[in-house]
T-cell receptor, first 113, second 113 residues
């Protein structure tokens, strides 16, 4: 079974700072990649997804992620964070011909005003 | 459009008690999942279903049972609750292998004392 590693457990930023969250997975085949966000007290919502094509994908709320196949990575970025980006962020992976998602442990992002 | 609805939202059980968590989706999704979320461990798959009348074990199935008698509903049962089952439980659904992104319910916070 594949595993998903998120490098940062907790990131603290000031508003307008740039954000980058790392995600690596251990699966040798073709994969589908996702980033989900969980705002305090809420359910998980899809931020963005990558299935194929352009390795730089754009999602909602100004987030983007880059798939680097050679590094088995799918890092999430946002150029300028806002206080409302305070949340927990999860990277998830599924094999191309599968439907079950494997999640990373999550990264808590705290944005200070 | 309700999406994925979970009931109840909160529950406190005594050790040894039983309960059933209900998940309902109105998106005509084939696949449904139950995850548990624990601090620092991300989401772990308990059981899943690939269609009406089917169920399968996920990563952490022990102590849980599931049923999917109707396509729109996926029930998670705890026959004899243990403190180790204190967690937040999320139900999710997805449409197909070609569209594997999962949509999540609001979660059920369960405490076993």
């Amino acid at each position: 079974a594949q595993s998903v590693s998120q490098h940062n457990h907790h990131v603290i930023l000031s508003e307008a700072a740039s954000l980058e969250l790392g995600c690596n997975y251990s699966y040798g085949g073709t994969v589908n990649l996702f980033w989900y966000v969980q705002y305090p007290g809420q359910h998980l919502q899809l931020l963005l997804k990558y299935f194929s094509g352009d390795p730089l994908v754009k999602g909602i709320k100004g987030f983007e992620a880059e798939f680097i196949k050679s590094k088995f990575s799918f890092n999430l970025r946002k150029p300028s964070v806002q206080w409302s980006d305070t949340a927990e962020y999860f990277c998830a992976v599924s094999p191309f011909n599968d439907y079950k998602l494997s999640f990373g442990a999550g990264t808590t992002v705290t944005v200070r005003a | 459009n309700a999406g994925v609805t979970q009931t109840p939202k909160f529950r406190v059980l005594k050790t040894g008690q039983s309960m059933t968590l209900l998940c309902a989706q109105d998106m005509n999704h084939e696949y449904m999942y139950w995850y548990r979320q624990d601090p620092g461990m991300g989401l772990r798959l308990i059981h899943y279903s690939v269609g009406e009348g089917t169920t399968a074990k996920g990563e952490v199935p022990d102590g849980y049972n599931v049923s999917r008698l109707k396509k729109q509903n996926f029930l998670l049962g705890l026959e004899s609750a243990a403190p180790s089952q204190t967690s937040v439980y999320f139900c999710a659904s997805s449409y197909s292998i070609e569209q594997p992104e999962a949509f999540f319910g609001q979660g059920t916070r369960l405490t076993v004392v």
